[in-house]
């Protein structure tokens, strides 16, 4: 285990509805990234936090937002949820910028009906 | 722009057959890391191996190895003598160094071990 925990560890919502997941990072890190794994893909970077401040972007539209606290724990917001939105949410957790040591949480499935 | 590829979507062997993953990238960073990832049917990703550009010596640990072949922007993983247990999704990944990096990983490789 890498002490990164996601809670739910699964949801089920409706499309339009909105949907908050959370993410504690292992104990010393930092830095946190959230990551989306559609049915059959590898992982999309979604965003990074580093001390509670947004970090790098990938390519998702802004109904995607996320937090970072002062404990380093971290929420991932989605807005106006449509089904494509149906995946398996990871977060990554590593201190500072030392990306190449991340560790990733179990995840959380998220499915829009 | 990074980019890495998986070109096998499935693999089959029967146990104790040796099989190899392919795994190609592209960067244009000087400096990056490699990683390999495997992913069971719960979904957590398990790190493997972490292999930085500078460092082209192959690796083996157990029935894993690796082969870097900077050459050819290639980073192949090999399981030796496979086991059911290995039957997972295998991601390889792609760093580049640098504070505002970000992990690109492949498309992943589904490696079914029968008995």
Do not use: M
């Amino acid at each position: 285990e890498t002490g990164v925990t996601q809670s739910p560890t699964h949801l089920i919502k409706t499309r339009g509805q909105q949907v908050t997941l959370r993410c504690s990072s292992q104990s010393g890190h930092n830095t946190v990234s959230w990551y989306q794994q559609a049915l059959g893909q590898g992982p999309q970077f979604i965003f990074q936090y580093y001390r509670e401040e947004e970090n790098g972007r990938g390519n998702f539209p802004p109904r995607f937002s996320g937090l970072q606290f002062p404990n380093y724990s971290s929420e991932l917001n989605v807005n106006a949820l449509e089904l494509d939105d149906s995946a398996l949410y990871l977060c990554a957790s590593n201190r500072d910028f030392l990306l190449n040591e991340q560790y990733f949480g179990p995840g959380t499935r998220l499915t829009v009906t | 722009a990074q980019k890495v590829t998986q070109a096998q979507t499935e693999i089959s062997v029967v146990e104790k057959e040796d099989v190899t993953l392919d795994c190609v990238y592209e960067t244009r960073d000087t400096t990056y890391y490699l990683f390999w990832y495997k992913q069971p049917p719960s979904g957590e990703l398990v790190f493997l191996i972490r292999r930085n550009s500078f460092d082209e010596q192959n690796e083996i640990s157990g029935r894993y190895s690796w082969n870097f072949q900077k050459s050819t922007s290639s980073f192949n993983f090999t399981i030796t003598a496979s086991q059911v247990v290995d039957s997972a999704v295998y991601f390889c990944a792609l760093l580049p160094t640098g504070t505002a990096s970000k992990l690109t990983f492949g498309t992943g490789t589904r490696l079914q071990v029968t008995l």
